[in-house]
Each structure stands twice: as structure tokens, then as C-alpha cells.
């Protein structure tokens, strides 16, 4: 479905004045993902999400039964009570309760979240402005990945694609049910790798490495962007990873040896300047210095 | 009305008139308007880039400008509406009000104050002129993260002493205001007694002079960074991009609370006078505001979940951050406790004060939400964040802060405003503003991310409903330029003394306006 | 022209704090012209100065002015003490920025990048073999600017911690004079608290030059240069600010400005020098000696 901008404004004004069930609501909440994470980290949301919304009701209920009950025009005289402490202290405790109550499995998720212990492959991932440099450690594949779409669509000279922005030239292949550890560095300046689906995000800072990981559940393309103001081409660094069976994975490895891995791009990013050019693929110990000068003489 | 004619003769016998008035001028009330004008140019200022912002995010695609100078926009938005709109505007209505309140003859270091004042513009001028200079203005983001903001191009120093100067303008103003509520009190004005405005103030003073200078410490460190071959936060030489997010957070975190302290302090005022009844809970709301103050302080790292802090740090400050909702919550329970079986009348004062404290703890909850450091995963750097900033910055701060000036504006121009005008205002505000901001949560757990030009077809309805309802929001704003226009050349109906039936305080007892110099004689208190 | 609030003096009509902002903007302005390369902003900066140094004058010189004339009373005097107390604080808070970056740069980023803690994969990853230790080789991965020399705690550093422990004595000894009226104490007291202003200044200058030509220990050594000149430096600074405020006290002593029972300006310089100390007492433990 390739929208222009008057089909979408048309959308934007009837599905959401009118709210026809013929037409589709555009996605308003988080994703439920394919990650046991994401599930987690979804009932989290909606959990506290609920508890903000009961407390809410509560107060906007006094509040609103006050403004309508309690006003002049209606000739309610006003109260002269101004202190209780017994309210005072109800209220300071029952709210700090409640926060335990959360406390307790976003602190389990939490400790879930950071433990990357028993891998069962690990990828390592650098950013660059602007673009993503995968590098299978036990596989031995490399690759680049960046923006996809065409500048036409980017400048509205031609239709936009169904996944407009969201697309690049080298997916991430990885295998399903597969505990994934990613490495993530940056070469510039600082990056973030997320992708809802797998309700994982990370920074990737220039000179140090973070560590993250990931189980996907399910095959499938799941898209994500950079998250992390990081120049002019923020908006234009996506990911895009497309999960398979380990065989299909396997067969990927094989081909992806057999051709030149590489990062020549056919990329819509506007007027991208690469000002990492000079980068290889081995690795990035070598660019330290290069990295250093960057930052002097920016 | 005598005191008009006394506001006049003070000007006429010792005062320079024309712009050398303003100048040199060392009366806070003078120095408070000052503020507040500076402080509404600057918001129209960086409303308008909020306008550019919404206009590129109407459709997909690029229309309008080049992803480097959205960035811009964006980074110019959040710098000048936090330093240049709403901390000067808090300060403006201090100046105004404070030594009104507490009976004192003016701010305790008027010099001083007038000083802390003229900063200002200067340093206005040296960021925005940035936009001027080879290399486009700062792109960074208001956070100004390095490395990213060491690439800007000539600006960079500008922002940095711009950056310096603001500081120093608000330190002064602090130091100011913490002595004149220290020491400028009418006898009988116990710090138990104060009108709770001050209060907030006094508190958001401290925190300012606390952090303000961190601030200053982490720029300087980006200049000499970027100048002289420091390593602060380049890894090669042992330093840690990440340090300065540490620092900068350090400031930040309690800045948020010195934008948004003073605004409670105005709904504190506003809605004991409509509901007229006391404030409920007074001690209480003293030390939550303390409570909230101190906390500021050691949850910083909160915006910094997905930085890679060790499992140990981000319990901590997910604890920790999650903590600030029980002093905050005390508010807005004893504000709906002070409603609570008044007598209420709903002036547009009232309205704002309302419309403050019910979207104001919208904010708050998703501020709950975001400081849940698993799910933080998830909503971090996307539009749920930008959502959750103008709930509290926008409605908390702002429209708190517009409340107090219609509650205000008849003390300061002798003029009742035009109270039908004042209504449109506020509705118009309210639809704007939900129009604009409650989409953005959408798009942000739908996986937009913050600080982009463009974006993914998806995202494309929510996006349209925000940018027409920013310009809703945005000219509606001129309603509030029209209205105190119109009372500041003296059209409308006069204001007695007391203004407001429900109005209790020193700043009731003085002739509206209030004479030049508000109280020759310290006036007793109870 | 003044004419006294109740009791409470509130001037009229100031042109100095405006033309300080002038004076701000052009040195300010100049600055980042001359760091873009401009050839217009040393100038600027020339012209900022000098506008900053009028005002200063100005402004001060007004205040002396009505000081001497008893247009202040106690509640003016405390205002003061308030004023400069929190300025003080305030740049309690700058120098603790500093020192923050300090501890974080021992404490987690050099151990983090020499593969402690969380830091394990970064090393492994990044820097394979990197130690750096503290403070012998802090400067990075990199190894930026180079090997360099460290200046040893109980030399130059521990004769200027006495020359200013000494100073905070001098200049309580010259309070007391000058609070039991006894003029010759005050001038001597102060003088001696300048002369070892200067003294540590000098040693300090030694110190760096020493650094620079002799250890090529430089601003640009890494972490361990930035913090170490960064912190000193700016300290050095306000040695130097307080030390002219000191000269300024010091001529006003002479000119018998000051009463047993009148002096905040003396006070308050005072505890500017205090602070300057008790900051140094910081810098000499965590950036010299451990
Ligand atoms: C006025 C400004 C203001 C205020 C008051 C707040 C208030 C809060 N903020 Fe917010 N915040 C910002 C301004 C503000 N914030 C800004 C500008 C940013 C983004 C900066 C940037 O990156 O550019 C930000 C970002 C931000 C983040 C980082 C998000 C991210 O980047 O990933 C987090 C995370 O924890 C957070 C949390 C909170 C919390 C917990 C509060 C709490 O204080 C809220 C407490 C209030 C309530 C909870 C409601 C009332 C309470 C009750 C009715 C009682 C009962 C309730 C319960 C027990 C649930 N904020
Ligand atoms: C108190 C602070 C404050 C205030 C009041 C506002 C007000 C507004 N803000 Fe924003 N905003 C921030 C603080 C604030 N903001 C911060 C800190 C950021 C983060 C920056 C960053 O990421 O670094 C941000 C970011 C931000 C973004 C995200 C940008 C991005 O991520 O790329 C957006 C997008 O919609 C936005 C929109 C708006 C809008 C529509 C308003 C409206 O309320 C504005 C209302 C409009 C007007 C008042 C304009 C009036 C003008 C006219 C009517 C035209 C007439 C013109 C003349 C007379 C000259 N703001
Ligand atoms: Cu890369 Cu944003
Ligand atoms: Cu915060």
C-alpha cells in the first residue's frame, strides 16, 4: 500500500474524526514483539499504564465531583478545614506501596535484561554515521547496512513505498530461537540500535562496547531505527532484521561467504557525506586514532 | 484611584523615562516586567521553530527544510523555551511578586538584579545569531551530547558562552531571590507563614544555584574538549562519552524541577482564592516540595537507562526516580484536597490552574512510566518522551504559569483583563495542546523516534493530528498577547485592591497597581 | 542619588550592571571569534575587557562610595553575606563538577576501558592488553601527547599547601586587628596573605612550565593532563581573583575604609580565600597525593 500525501491526509481526517471501522487506526501502542523481553516488557507497560489510569480516575474523580458540586454558582459555602495529617499520611503511603508493587517484576525484568550469559552466537555492531556495520563473530560474515529508499520518495517525487524509510540495502539475518548477543560500538558519534519487535534498545558509544541480547521467537522482518540524535542523517539510519530458521540462516552464512561482503550502497540518504571512508571492515581497533582526531578537530 | 497617581509621581520625580528607564533600572518591578516580556518574545521566539518542527513532521517525505537545520530547530526549540521562555518568565513573576508577598521594599541586590536581567538578551542574541554562522546553528539537541555536538561547526563557542552566560544570569538571579526571602521579610513573616509561591521559589533558588554551575563545568569541558585537546570524553584518551551525560543529567534532572517548582507555587496561589478556601495542607506542601527538590538531585541518571550502566545503577535510579511520584502526588492531592467542598468560581485564572494540575499529572504519569528502567527500554528517545516533557513542561510549566498571569495581570496594570477573551484562550489552549502532544505518545509507542525530519509511513495520521493542533495551540497564543496588551494600555475595567473575592495575602492589600515602591514601611504581619 | 527604603537602602538607577553585560558580550564574543579563527576577536576580547574592568570600577567604586558614607545598614550588611554566601556555594558547585569528572574518570571510565567490571567486552573488544593505570599511564588508549612524567605530591604541591594553610592564618590574624582596631596588624596580616598568594601563584607557574617542557605532562595528556590542569588550572584562577581582591582590600585597609565593626568586603574576601583553601586541601589529596 503506497500512500501519497493526500491519501494519508484523507486518511489522517476520516480515521480519526470519524473513527470508521472500515478504516485501519494507525498503530498507537508498543508492540507486543516476538521477544520473551518484549512480551515482558509489554506487561509491564500496560501494567503500570493501568495502575496510572485507576489512580487517575480516582483523583480526576474528586476533582471533577468538586468542580461540579462544590462551586459558588451552585451556593456551596466553602469549607474552612485546611490540615489533616491522617490524610496527609494515607496518601503518602499508599501511593509508596504501590510503587513497590511495580518495583518488584521491573526489577526482575531488569536483572533479565542484562544478563548475556550463554550466547549461543554474537554479533558485533558498529555504528557509523550513517549507517550499521554488522559483523558476524562466529561466522565470519561482515557486511554494511544502510538506508534503502530512493531520494525520489525521500523528496516526494515519487510514490512512497510500503516501507518507506524503513528499508536497507543489507538485512540482518538472524536465526529464531537463538539467544543473539550483540556487541555494539560506534565509530563517530553516539548511536542507538533499537528495534521495537525485539524491545531492544542500546546506545553505541564511540570507544566503548555494550553488550545486549535477544532470543527471536518468531521468523519474520522486523524493523527499527537509530535512536540516538546523530547527525544530519539520523532519521535515515533503519534496521532491519529478518529472522529465519536456523537452516535458512546456515544457507544465508554460506552464501553471504561466497560473494563480496561489503557496504557499496544504493543509498537514498540525502546527499549522504560518508565521512568514515577510509573505515575497513577488520575491525576498529585500528580507527582509535582516526576517532580521536574526529573528536579534536570536528 | 490614588495609587495610580503615586505610580506616576514616582516616575516622574526620580526616574530616567524612555528606554534609559529600563536600562538602568533597579526596581524589581521593573525588572520583573522586563522578564516577562523577554521571556514571551523568547516563547513566540521558539514556538515559531516548534512551528517548523510540525510543519516538516505534517507529511512524509522532506518538504520544507534540510534535515541539519531541523536539527536545529529542534535543539534551538528546547534551548530557548527552557532558558529563554519559562526560566525567565519564573523569574519575571518572582520579581514581581515576591517582595510583594513577603512586605519587603524591593529585591535584596537590586544592582545585582538589574543585572541578572541584561545578561540575558545578550546571551539570547549569541544563540540565535548562531543560526547565521558558517556551519549552521548547533544540531546536538538541547542536551548538547558530545561527540555529535563537537562536530557543530562555528557555532560551537557561541553556544558554549551563550550556555556560560545564561548561567550566570540565573545564578545571580537566584542569589537574589534566596537573599530577599532570607532577609527582606516583613516582621511577623515567619518562613511558616510564607505564601507557598515563595516557598517553591526559595527552594527552586537553591536548586539553580546548586546547578547551575555544573552545568557551566560540563560545557567548559566540551570547550576545552573540542579547543584544546582535552580527553573529558574522548575513550582514546580514558575519558567516556557518556561523563558528560552524567553531568549534564546532574543538572538536568533538577532543572526540570526548577521549571516546573515555581509553576506549583503559582497554582497554589490560584486555586486557594477560587475555591476561597485556605490551601490545604500547607506544612506538607513545604516539605514535598523539599522532598521533591532533594530527590532531584541523585536520579539524574534516569535518562540514561540504555547508555549501558551496570545492572546495579540502573536499579538504583529506576528506584529511585520512581520515588518522586509520592511528594508529587502529595500536590495534587492537597490541590484537589483545597477544591474539595470550596465555594468555586471558575475565573480564567482558575481555568489554567485546572487544566495545569489535571494534564500537568497526565505528565507525571508517563513520567512514572519512563522511570521504570525495563520499559524505558522501549520508550526512550522516541515521541512517548517528547509526549511526557510538554505534559509537564508545557501544561505543568507554561499554561501554570500563564494561570498566574491572569491571576496577576489586574495587580500589575490596574486593569481587569478581558475575561470572555481569557476563556477562548484557555479552550483554544486545551484542545490545541491535547491536539498537538496526546498523538505524540502514540507515535512513540508505535517506535517513532525523537529528532527526526521524516518518517515511516505509519506514522503519518498522528503526525497530522500534532502539527494541526500545534497551530491551534500556537495562535492561540497571540489571544494572550491581545489580552495583556489591551490591560497594559489601560483598556478595561480598573481593579480594586483586593481583585479577587477569595484573594488573601500582602499582595492583595496594595493598591492595583501597586505603587512604585510597594512598602515604604515593612508592613506587620498578623 | 539615594534616598533610604524605610531603613533598607535600595540605590536608584544603575548603568554598570548594563555595561557589564556589554563588557561580557565582547570579551565573551571575542573569545569564540578568536576559537573560530577570526582576526576580529582578539580585539573584541581587548575592548571586552577593558569595558569589564571600567564597569568593575564603576561599580565598585559606587558601592565603596555609599559603603563609606553609611548608606548601608545591618540588613544591607547581611544581604551581603547572604549574596556572597551562595556565590561561594556556587562555585563550591563548579569545582565539584571538576572533581566529579575526576572520580568518574578513576573510578569507571579507565577501569572500564582497562577491562574491569563491565568493561570486560570493551577491552577484549576494542583495546586487547590495555592497562591504564592511575596515574602513571592515564592518558588513554590512545597513549595521547605521549608518556609523560607526574609532578610528585611532596614536593612544589605540599610547599603550596603550606603557603596556603599560612595564608588562611595571615588573613585571620589581620581580621583580628582589624577587629580590635589595631591597623598595623590588619596591613601586615594582609600584605603577608598577598605575599603568599603571589608566592603560591609563582610556585604554580614553576610548576607548569616544569610540566610542559620537563614531563610533557600537558592539558592534551589524556584524562590525567585534562583533570590535572583543568582542576589546578581553574583553581589557579581563582588564587589569582582572590589575590587582587586581597591587593584591593589591602589598599582600602590603607586608606582606612574599614571599622572594627564595618568591613563585610574584608569578610567576604576572606572567606573567598577560605574557600580557595579548603579547594586546594581537596586538589593537593586527590589529584597530587592518592
Ligand atoms: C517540568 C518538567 C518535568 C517534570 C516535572 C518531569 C517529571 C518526571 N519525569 Fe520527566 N522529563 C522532562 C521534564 C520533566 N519531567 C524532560 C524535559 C525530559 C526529556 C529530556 C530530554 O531527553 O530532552 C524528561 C524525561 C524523563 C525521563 C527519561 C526518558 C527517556 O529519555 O528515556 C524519565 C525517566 O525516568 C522521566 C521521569 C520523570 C518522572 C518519574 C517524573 C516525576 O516527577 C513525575 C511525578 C508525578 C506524578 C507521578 C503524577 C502525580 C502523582 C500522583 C497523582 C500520585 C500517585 C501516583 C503514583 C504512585 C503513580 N522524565
Ligand atoms: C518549556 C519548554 C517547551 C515548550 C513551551 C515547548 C513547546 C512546543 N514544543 Fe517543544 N520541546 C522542548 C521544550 C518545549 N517545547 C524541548 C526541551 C524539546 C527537546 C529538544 C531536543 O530534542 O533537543 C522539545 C522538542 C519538541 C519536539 C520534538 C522535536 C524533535 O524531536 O525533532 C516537538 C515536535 O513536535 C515540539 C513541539 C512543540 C510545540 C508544537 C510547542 C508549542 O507549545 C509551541 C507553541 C507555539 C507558539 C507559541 C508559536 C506562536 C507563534 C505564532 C503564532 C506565529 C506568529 C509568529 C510571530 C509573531 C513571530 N517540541
Ligand atoms: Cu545514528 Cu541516529
Ligand atoms: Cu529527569
Not at chain 2, 507529511?59 to 526549540?77: C, K, R
Not at chain 2, 489601560?490 to 492595583?512: D, F, I, Q, R, Y
Not at chain 3, 545591618?74 to 558547585?93: A, K, L, N, P
Amino acid at each position: 500500500m503506497a500512500l501519497t500525501g493526500r491519501q494519508s491526509l484523507f486518511a489522517a481526517l476520516t480515521g480519526s474524526l470519524v473513527a470508521g471501522p472500515a478504516l485501519a487506526i494507525q498503530p498507537y501502542n508498543m508492540p507486543v514483539g516476538v521477544t520473551e523481553t518484549s512480551r515482558t516488557i509489554y506487561d509491564l507497560h500496560m501494567l503500570v499504564f493501568w495502575v496510572c489510569v485507576v489512580i487517575g480516575i480516582g483523583v480526576f474523580a474528586v476533582m471533577f465531583y468538586s468542580i461540579w458540586k462544590h462551586r459558588k454558582s451552585r451556593g456551596h459555602e466553602a469549607a474552612k478545614f485546611h490540615e489533616s495529617t491522617l490524610v496527609e499520611f494515607v496518601w503518602t503511603v499508599i501511593p509508596f506501596a504501590i510503587l513497590i508493587a511495580i518495583a518488584v517484576p521491573a526489577t526482575k525484568a531488569m536483572i533479565d535484561i542484562e544478563d548475556t550469559a550463554d550466547s549461543d552466537m554474537t554479533v558485533k555492531i558498529t555504528a557509523y554515521q550513517w549507517k550499521w556495520h554488522y559483523d558476524y563473530l562466529d561466522d565470519g560474515v561482515s557486511f554494511y547496512s544502510s538506508l534503502a529508499t530512493p531520494r525520489d520518495e525521500i523528496y516526494n517525487e515519487a510514490p512512497k513505498g510500503e516501507h518507506y524509510l524503513l528499508q536497507v540495502d543489507n538485512e540482518v539475518v538472524l536465526p529464531v530461537n537463538k539467544k543473539v548477543r550483540f556487541l555494539l560500538t560506534a565509530n563517530d558519534v553516539i548511536h542507538a540500535w533499537w528495534i521495537p519487535d525485539l524491545a531492544v534498545k542500546r546506545d553505541a558509544i564511540p570507544g566503548f562496547v555494550n553488550e545486549m541480547w535477544t532470543r527471536i521467537e518468531k521468523p519474520g522482518v522486523y524493523r527499527g531505527q537509530c535512536a540516538e540524535l546523530c547527525g544530519r542523517d539520523h532519521g535515515f539510519m533503519p534496521i532491519v532484521v529478518r529472522a529465519v530458521e536456523q537452516d535458512e540462516y546456515d544457507k544465508w552464512v554460506a552464501e553471504k561467504k561466497g560473494s563480496v561482503a561489503g557496504g557499496a550502497s544504493t543509498t537514498g540518504n540525502p546527499e549522504v557525506t560518508t565521512t568514515s571512508g577510509a573505515v575497513d571492515d577488520s575491525g576498529d581497533t585500528d580507527d582509535l586514532a582516526a576517532e580521536q582526531d574526529r573528536n579534536h578537530d570536528a | 484611584m490614588s495609587a495610580v497617581t503615586t505610580h506616576d509621581d514616582a516616575h516622574h520625580e526620580e526616574h530616567p523615562s524612555g528606554i534609559m528607564r529600563w536600562i538602568t533600572t533597579t526596581n524589581h518591578k521593573d525588572i520583573g516586567t522586563l522578564y516577562l516580556w523577554f521571556s514571551f518574545a523568547m516563547f513566540f521566539v521558539g514556538g515559531t521553530m516548534a512551528l517548523i518542527i510540525r510543519t516538516e513532521l505534517f507529511m512524509p517525505g522532506l518538504q520544507v527544510v534540510d534535515p541539519q537545520f531541523f536539527n536545529s530547530m529542534t535543539t534551538l526549540h528546547g534551548l530557548i523555551m527552557v532558558f529563554g521562555a519559562v526560566m525567565p518568565a519564573a523569574v519575571g513573576l518572582a520579581n514581581w511578586m515576591i517582595p510583594i508577598m513577603i512586605g519587603a521594599p524591593d529585591m535584596a541586590l537590586p544592582r545585582m538584579n538589574n543585572w541578572s536581567f541584561w545578561i540575558l538578551p545578550f546571551a539570547g542574541f549569541m544563540l540565535v545569531v548562531t543560526l547565521f554562522l558558517p556551519g549552521g546553528a548547533p544540531a546536538g539537541g538541547w542536551t548538547m551530547y558530545p561527540p555529535l555536538t563537537l562536530q557543530t561547526g562555528d557555532a560551537f563557542p557561541f553556544l558554549i558562552f551563550s550556555v556560560h552566560l545564561l548561567g550566570m544570569s540565573s545564578i545571580m538571579g537566584s542569589i537574589n531571590i534566596i537573599a530577599t526571602i532570607l532577609n527582606l521579610r516583613a516582621p511577623g513573616m515567619t518562613l511558616m507563614k510564607m505564601p507557598l509561591f515563595v516557598w517553591t521559589w526559595l527552594i527552586t533558588a537553591f536548586l539553580l544555584v546548586a546547578v547551575m554551575p555544573v552545568l557551566a563545568g560540563a560545557v567548559t569541558m566540551m570547550l576545552t574538549d573540542k579547543y584544546f585537546g582535552t580527553a573529558f570524553f574522548t575513550a582514546a584518551g580514558g575519558g567516556d562519552p557518556v561523563m558528560f551525560q552524567h553531568i549534564f543529567w546532574f543538572f538536568g534532572h533538577p532543572e526540570v524541577y526548577i521549571i516546573v517548582l515555581p509553576a506549583f507555587g503559582v497554582l497554589s496561589q490560584i486555586v486557594p482564592v477560587f475555591a476561597r478556601k485556605p490551601l490545604f495542607g500547607y506544612s506538607s506542601m513545604v516539605y514535598a516540595t523539599a522532598s521533591i527538590a532533594f530527590l532531584s538531585f541523585i536520579v539524574w541518571a534516569h535518562h540514561m537507562y540504555t547508555v549501558g550502566m551496570p545492572l546495579a545503577g540502573q536499579l538504583y535510579f529506576m528506584y529511585a526516580t520512581v520515588l518522586i511520584s509520592v511528594p508529587t502526588g502529595v500536590k495534587v492531592f492537597n490541590w484537589t484536597a483545597t477544591m474539595w467542598r470550596g465555594s468555586m468560581t471558575f475565573e480564567t485564572p482558575m481555568l489554567f490552574a485546572i487544566g495545569s494540575i489535571v494534564l500537568f499529572t497526565l505528565g507525571g504519569f508517563t513520567g512514572l512510566m519512563l522511570g521504570v528502567a525495563p520499559a524505558d527500554f522501549q520508550y526512550h528517545d522516541s515521541y512517548f518522551v517528547v509526549a511526557h516533557f510538554h505534559y509537564t513542561l508545557v501544561t505543568g510549566a507554561v499554561i501554570g504559569i500563564m494561570g498566574g498571569v491572569y491571576l496577576w495581570l489586574p495587580k500589575w496594570t490596574g486593569r481587569m483583563y478581558d475575561e470572555k477573551l481569557g476563556k477562548i484562550h484557555f479552550w483554544l489552549t486545551m484542545i490545541g495542546f491535547n491536539l498537538t502532544f496526546f498523538p505524540q505518545h502514540f507515535l512513540g509507542l508505535a517506535g517513532m523516534p525523537r529528532r527526526i525530519p521524516d518518517y515511516a509511513l505509519q506514522f503519518t495520521d498522528w503526525n497530522m493530528m500534532s502539527s494541526v493542533g500545534s497551530y491551534i495551540f500556537g495562535f492561540a497564543q497571540l489571544i494572550l498577547v491581545y489580552v495583556v496588551i489591551k490591560c497594559v494600555r489601560g483598556e478595561g475595567e480598573k481593579a480594586t485592591n483586593e481583585v479577587w473575592e477569595g484573594a488573601e495575602g500582602l499582595e492583595w492589600t496594595l493598591p492595583s497597581p501597586p505603587p512604585y515602591h510597594s512598602f515604604t514601611t515593612p508592613p506587620e504581619v498578623k | 542619588m539615594a534616598h533610604a527604603q524605610g531603613e533598607y537602602y535600595v540605590p536608584h538607577g544603575t548603568r554598570w550592571p548594563f555595561i557589564g553585560s556589554v563588557g561580557l558580550f565582547f570579551l565573551l564574543g571575542g573569545f569564540a571569534m578568536f576559537l573560530i579563527g577570526s582576526g576580529i576577536g582578539s580585539t573584541s576580547m581587548a575592548i571586552g575587557a577593558a569595558i569589564l574592568i571600567y564597569m568593575l570600577f564603576g561599580w565598585f567604586g559606587t558601592v565603596i562610595k555609599e559603603s563609606q558614607a553609611g548608606t548601608y545598614n545591618d540588613q544591607v550588611d547581611r544581604s551581603f553575606r547572604w549574596g556572597m554566601s551562595w556565590f561561594i556555594f556556587s562555585e563550591v558547585m563548579f569545582f565539584a563538577a571538576f572533581f566529579g569528572a575526576l572520580f568518574y574518570v578513576r573510578q569507571l571510565s579507565m577501569p572500564w576501558l582497562s577491562g574491569e567490571g563491565t568493561g570486560m567486552v570493551t577491552n577484549a573488544t576494542l583495546y586487547p592488553g590495555y592497562e591504564g593505570n592511575w596515574p602513571t599511564q592515564a592518558n588513554g588508549p590512545a597513549d595521547m601527547g605521549g608518556t609523560y612524567g607526574l609532578i610528585p605530591a611532596w614536593g612544589i604541591p605540599a610547599l603550596n599547601t603550606l603557603i596556603l594553610l599560612s595564608s588562611g592564618v595571615t588573613v585571620t590574624w589581620a581580621h583580628w586587628g582589624l577587629k580590635e582596631g589595631n591597623r598595623k596588624k590588619l596591613i601586615l596580616g594582609l600584605f603577608a596573605t598577598v605575599a603568599l598568594g603571589i608566592t603560591f601563584l609563582s610556585f604554580q607557574a614553576t610548576e607548569y612550565i616544569h610540566a610542559y617542557h620537563e614531563l610533557n605532562l600537558t592539558l592534551a595528556s589524556g584524562v590525567y593532563g585534562s583533570t590535572f590542569f583543568m582542576l589546578t588550572g581553574f583553581h589557579g584562577l581563582h588564587v589569582t581573583l582572590g589575590t587582587i581582591m586581597l591587593i584591593v582590600i589591602l589598599i582600602r585597609s590603607i586608606m582606612g575604609h574599614f571599622s572594627a565593626e564595618h568591613h563585610f568586603a574584608f569578610e567576604a574576601v576572606a572567606w573567598y580565600w577560605h574557600f580557595v583553601d579548603v579547594v586546594w586541601l581537596g586538589l593537593f589529596i586527590f589529584v597530587y597525593w592518592v
